[in-house]
């Protein structure tokens, strides 16, 4: 089964009987890829958490037309907000891998960190965009994640709003495994370094701004792994 996204589908029952045209990319690869006709149905999501089962009623290649027959609100599959903070890898592919993976896996919140040992200062967020989407298409989640312009470190530790708030660094001061201080229910922030680390007054600034610092196993961890591990632990804490 294919998933495919029309934002512009918003309400529930309302929705049932109106027409919708799939934009232009999500319009071809329906038609001219996937071969679907007039009369075919279709799933599709706005990802705000709804699905909705339409009917083809004109197979253009560049505005497909369909009916909506159907409108179903999907539970989150995790009862927390899921905040990833990652500084961009030098590599991109790496970056790219790392934000098809978490949202696969269900983070809610993807922020890119500009941080003082930050190899990579500029990032292309609509080509994330696209990654992004075709991974939350591809594992069938209802729910897009939120991508966030790339941010200054320290902007962005100081506007955090989240229940819980972890920095996890290689430094070998006092921390304890992230699976161990996860609170179940609570919106959920954790702040991943680039390749050579936070500095040391970056982690400093966190601790002073109520971050707790943790660690992600005995491994010491890429940078796109961690991210990785860190959603996945935060998932898994809170089905």
Same mark, same amino acid.
């Given at each position: ?41 279709? @799933? @599709? ?17 560049? +505005? &497909? ?11 989150? +599959?995790?009862?927390?907000?899921? +905040? ?17 993976? &978490?949202?696969?896996?269900?983070? *809610?919140?993807? %922020? ?9 200062? $500029?990032?292309? %967020? ?5 990654? @992004? ?40 001061? *006092?921390? !304890? ?7 179940? $229910? ?10 050579? *680390?936070?500095?040391? $007054?970056?982690?400093? =600034? ?11 196993? =005995?491994? !010491? ?19």
């Amino acid at each position: 089964m294919y998933l495919f996204y029309s934002p512009n589908i918003k309400g529930k029952e309302e929705e049932i009987g109106r027409l919708y045209c799939l934009d232009e990319e999500e319009s071809g690869h329906c038609v001219r890829v996937l071969r679907y006709t007039i009369g075919d149905e279709i @799933l @599709l999501t706005n990802g705000m958490g709804m699905t909705y089962t339409g009917r083809i009623t004109n197979p253009n290649p560049k +505005h &497909c037309e369909f009916e909506v027959l159907m409108a179903e609100s999907q539970k989150r +599959h995790h009862e927390a907000y899921i +905040h990833i903070a990652i500084a961009p890898t030098k590599n991109v592919e790496r970056m790219e891998w790392a934000i098809e993976k &978490c949202t696969e896996i269900g983070v *809610d919140e993807i %922020t890119p960190l500009l941080c003082r040992f930050s190899e990579r200062k $500029q990032l292309r %967020t609509d080509r994330l965009q696209k990654i @992004l989407l075709s991974a939350a298409k591809q594992s069938l989640t209802p729910y897009l994640p939120k991508l966030n312009e790339l941010t200054p470190y320290n902007h962005f530790v100081q506007s955090a709003k989240e229940e819980q708030k972890f920095i996890a660094h290689c430094y070998k001061d *006092d921390k !304890r495994e992230l699976k161990d201080e996860l609170k179940p $229910q609570k919106s959920v922030l954790v702040l991943i370094g680039p390749e050579g *680390d936070f500095s040391e $007054q970056e982690v400093e =600034n966190a601790l002073q701004l109520g971050f707790v610092p943790v660690s992600l196993g =005995n491994s !010491r961890l890429r940078t796109e792994t961690a991210a990785i591990v860190a959603c996945h632990t935060a998932v898994l804490m809170n089905e």
